[in-house]
């Protein structure tokens, strides 16, 4: 995975669907960490046995990359992120 190469190890998912979970089985071969999940409409429930946070939370988190894991939903995702001063270099997409 790229962001082993490039020596990063954690990082935050950004919805909580099927697509996280493939994500998230892709990571068991990888020695990166999720250390959070956020979403809009579940906060406070649970997903791969962490609590859903709401994307506000997000500042509270060291990371290096946050993982848009919403497909439908992916360009609102990223503006959201963007205007609360993540990065660009910092997200990314899975397609």
Do not use: C
Not at 61 to 86: H, N, P, Q
């Amino acid at each position: 995975m790229k962001l082993e190469e490039e020596g990063g190890d954690s990082v935050i998912f950004y919805g909580a669907g099927e697509l996280a979970e493939i994500g998230f089985i892709s990571l068991q071969e990888t020695n990166i960490r999720l250390i959070a999940v956020l979403d809009d409409q579940q906060a406070g429930g649970s997903f791969l046995g962490l609590t859903l946070e709401d994307p506000g939370a997000i500042r509270k988190y060291a990371f290096d990359k946050v993982i848009i894991t919403d497909m439908e939903t992916t360009s609102k995702k990223l503006k959201a992120l963007l205007s609360r001063g993540i990065p660009r270099r910092k997200i990314a997409v899975l397609e």
